[in-house]
């Protein structure tokens, strides 16, 4: 029989329960580091202990090539600039993936987890997931409230925020 290597994903930090079934229902996965969930580990960069991926501390701090929304190709052009010029120090920025993405959300008080990267806006981010049956469309996280992940056009203008580190599969 063949093993697949997996990861324990954490808990999404929701304990009120909305609906039956729901993640306050269940509260199902690892139990996470939420106090100091997030570290600097060098001057504008941020490790998250729960998933090992890093994040710049200021999305739109110096240095980053937008700052406003930018159509999906526009995100992947401008995370190929930061990494041309070794954005904070590396050179393998990418836009995390629809997973990753959710990871950095709140589920009980919305939004994303305080203390973790100080991103531009609440809004609308870019994933690099594109959907499955349309190749024209790319999922994105709504940080605004609602905290889940929809898909729309690739030229529609969202926010990007990059990541670094281990992939963890959507």
Not at 4 to 16: D, K, V
Not at 162 to 170: A, E, L, T, V, Y
């Amino acid at each position: 029989m063949k093993r697949f290597p997996y990861i324990w994903l954490p808990r999404t930090g929701q304990t009120t329960l909305r609906t039956a079934g729901d993640d306050g229902d269940y509260e199902a996965g690892k139990p996470g580091v939420i106090a100091n969930r997030f570290i600097t580990v060098k001057t504008g960069v941020m490790l998250d202990r729960d998933t090992g991926l890093m994040w710049p501390s200021d999305i739109g701090g110096e240095g980053a090539p937008w700052n406003g929304t930018r159509s999906w190709t526009d995100g992947l052009s401008d995370i190929a600039t930061l990494n041309g010029s070794s954005y904070k120090g590396y050179a393998d920025w990418r836009m995390p993936n629809r997973l990753e993405g959710m990871l950095l959300m709140d589920h009980e008080n919305g939004g994303f987890y305080s203390g973790g990267p100080a991103v531009v806006a609440s809004g609308l981010y870019w994933t690099s997931t594109t959907r499955p049956n349309d190749t024209t469309r790319a999922y994105y996280i709504d940080n605004d409230g609602r905290l889940t992940t929809y898909d729309s056009a690739k030229t529609d203008l969202r926010y990007v925020i990059p990541c670094r580190g281990g992939r963890i599969n959507d």
